[in-house]
């Protein structure tokens, strides 16, 4: 508790504390109504990870990761054993009315909705690991049952919801008009589990969380797998991705009239990430930690940035909008 209750270093970094519900934080550190998670998903070391936070660290004492399905057998024990979840199940339907929450964590975010439909309509709050899906318009159709079921569901970069992107954006207030960004990042354009989608959004979720939502044309340049992209937004900001080959990491870069700097986080995260606490609180109170039409502004992005890694053209953002 200490590391939380020093994490803010400079007085402007007082945004990324606002972020988190204050119930949240205390809810965290005391006894609360017990919450059952399960999850679909095993193949990458998220489910271990969550294993970790509820049920060895008990970082949330009431909750418990308790069933997860796995792509494969060996998958799911390993993440049993590495989590400590107590329950495998051989197909996802056997934890309906087992569990009061669900996360859907494939590595292919074509499998996302999919795996979540049948939970949503049956009133289970549900997070989707990121990127929320493969497509807008299959995502369009998924919000508005949710929104139609008044199940609440969420999606997002555990980068882009984060106490240190809430504080870069905060500083961009004082730095005055910002002329063009350059964004870094780990991403494969080949990759098998859906090139730009694949670590992309960590990427574009923090740069439209940061800049806007209004980026119009997408460009990308290949050089094999990497590359690099440039966006253009309607308010007339100019942003460049460079997609690494090796280097692992996240940076963000602005000119501002007087100066290019590296746009660097003045905290430290909380002992319970935001990323954690916000998707804990929107399963206990129904509170969503972003909007509908931003989960799926992403994925718009995202979609148009993997038609312009085919042809290397200008590719127009076409925007599913959502009418509530």
Same mark, same amino acid.
């Given at each position: ?18 972020? /988190? ?15 059952? /998670? ?22 949330? +004492? ?40 669900? /996360? ?6 074509? @499998?996302?909705? +999919? ?18 899906? @493969? ?16 199940? +609440? ?52 979720? +923090? ?18 797998? @990497? ?91 076409? @925007? ?5």
């Amino acid at each position: 508790m200490n590391n939380r209750r020093k994490f803010i270093k400079t007085v402007g970094a007082g945004v990324a504390v606002s972020a /988190i519900a204050p119930t949240v934080l205390a809810n965290s550190f005391g006894e609360e109504k017990k919450l059952v /998670i399960g999850i679909i998903g095993a193949e990458n070391s998220h489910s271990r990870g969550y294993g970790k936070v509820f049920n060895i660290e008990k970082k949330f +004492p009431g909750v418990e990761l308790k069933y997860i399905w796995g792509e494969t057998d060996a998958f799911a024990k390993r993440s049993m054993k590495e989590g400590r979840i107590p329950i495998q199940v051989k197909d996802p339907a056997e934890m309906m009315g087992k569990i009061d929450a669900l /996360i859907v964590d494939h590595r292919h975010a074509k @499998y996302h909705l +999919p795996a979540a439909t049948p939970f949503v309509k049956a009133g289970i709050p549900t997070f989707v690991d990121k990127p929320f899906c @493969y497509r807008a318009a299959e995502g369009k159709e998924f919000l508005e049952m949710a929104h139609k079921t008044g199940t +609440p569901v969420t999606s997002y970069s555990s980068i882009a919801h984060s106490a240190g992107t809430l504080d870069m954006k905060a500083q961009l207030a004082e730095m005055g008009h910002i002329n063009q960004v350059v964004r870094t990042g780990t991403v494969d354009l080949d990759s098998k589990y859906g090139g730009v989608f694949f670590y992309g959004v960590h990427l574009v979720q +923090p740069l439209l969380e940061m800049f806007g939502e209004d980026v119009e044309e997408v460009r990308i340049n290949r050089d094999g797998q @990497y590359g690099n992209a440039s966006l253009k937004f309607s308010s007339g900001l100019f942003a460049t991705l460079i997609f690494k080959r090796k280097a692992y990491g996240w940076q963000t870069y602005v000119e501002t009239d007087k100066q290019f700097v590296e746009l660097k986080s003045r905290v430290e995260e909380p002992e319970i990430p935001l990323n954690d606490a916000s998707m804990i609180e929107m399963f206990r109170t129904g509170k969503l930690p972003r909007t509908y039409q931003s989960i799926l502004n992403n994925v718009s992005v995202l979609e148009a940035l993997e038609k312009s890694a085919q042809t290397e053209n200008w590719t127009e953002v076409k @925007y599913e909008k959502l009418d509530f």
